[in-house]
């Protein structure tokens, strides 16, 4: 719901690229009307050369069966897809943390990963959630978006993998020391950010 206040005061106009299950559930694609394309490569690539920035969630639904009490687990280490995608448009990387997410609901899933399963196939996360008095209403919490420096990129027509994983690694580097240099600032200093 914040994609229209940022089209208000941004510079350049932004767009949410969720998982294409959310273009065909009802209600849920209402909310594409304020401003999403689909987070397949093709259509990023797309809104990028028209000249829009596209926020994704890197992690997706696997990221949601990663999540600890303790720490910040972000599921990325082996997804570069957006590396790539980045080196084949030549279109800069805006690294960014959302900071406060991960407090707003408890969540539980089985150890077997069959929720995990199911979610990937049905292509939306399977899950039990809860917030306040154990019902599903968000907890009270302050949510902090952290921005990095823009990487820039330069275009290469077919990356090698050297190129996607050195990229990649500087993406991560980049995320990891923007949630080090805020997180005591924030009250999060017990917490770490670890990528899985």
């Known amino acids: 719901l914040s994609i229209p206040a940022i089209n208000s005061f941004g510079f350049c106009r932004f767009v949410g690229a969720p998982a294409t299950v959310v273009f065909k559930t009802p209600f849920l694609r209402y909310m594409t009307l304020l401003g999403c394309v689909d987070v397949s490569g093709k259509s990023m690539a ?17 990221g949601i069966f990663k999540c600890k009490e303790k720490d ?7 997804r570069k897809g957006l590396s790539k995608l980045a080196l084949r448009t030549g279109t800069p990387i805006m690294p960014a943390y959302s900071v406060g997410n991960t407090q707003v609901f408890g969540a539980w899933f089985d150890p077997f990963g069959i929720m995990e399963t199911l979610s990937r196939y049905a292509q939306t996360s399977i899950f039990l959630y809860w917030g306040r008095f154990g019902l599903p209403i968000p907890r009270r919490v302050n949510i902090t978006m952290l921005f990095a420096a823009p990487i820039l990129v330069e275009r290469v ?16 580097c980049a995320l990891q020391q923007l949630f080090d240099k805020h997180r005591a600032a924030l009250g999060w200093e017990d917490k770490t950010l670890r990528f899985v």
Do not use: N, R
């Open 157 to 172: 027509e077919e990356p090698t993998q050297e190129q996607v994983d050195e990229l990649h690694d500087k993406y991560l």
């Open 46 to 62: 797309k809104a990028a050369a028209a000249g829009k920035c596209v926020g994704i969630v890197p992690d997706g639904i696997a």
């Open 72 to 78: 910040e687990v972000v599921y990325l280490k082996s």
